[in-house]
């Protein structure tokens, strides 16, 4: 099943609560990975790492994923799966 982002419901540093297509709420804590994708030199990853930054997080309608100014964004099926 294609998993899609309905609605982004709480957002903490590194942390998202999102409801999606399947009715399902899930929390999502995105921390090591973004720990790990950060690693390198140029890594857009480390904009993340900036709580404040993090929190800027948006829910984009046509696509129904997430992502941040900087164009970062994810797979709403690598969300679902790494929810909890």
Do not use: A
């Amino acid at each position: 099943m294609l998993h899609l982002i309905k609605q982004i419901n709480r957002v903490e540093p590194f942390k998202l609560n999102v409801l999606f297509n399947t009715g399902e709420t899930k929390t999502v804590d995105l921390n090591q990975k973004l720990i790990d994708w950060s690693r390198s030199e140029n890594s857009k990853f480390k904009d993340l790492l900036n709580p404040d930054y993090f929190m800027t997080v948006k829910l984009n309608t046509d696509l129904e994923t997430v992502y941040w100014d900087n164009g970062i964004d994810f797979c709403p099926d690598s969300l679902y799966d790494w929810g909890k």
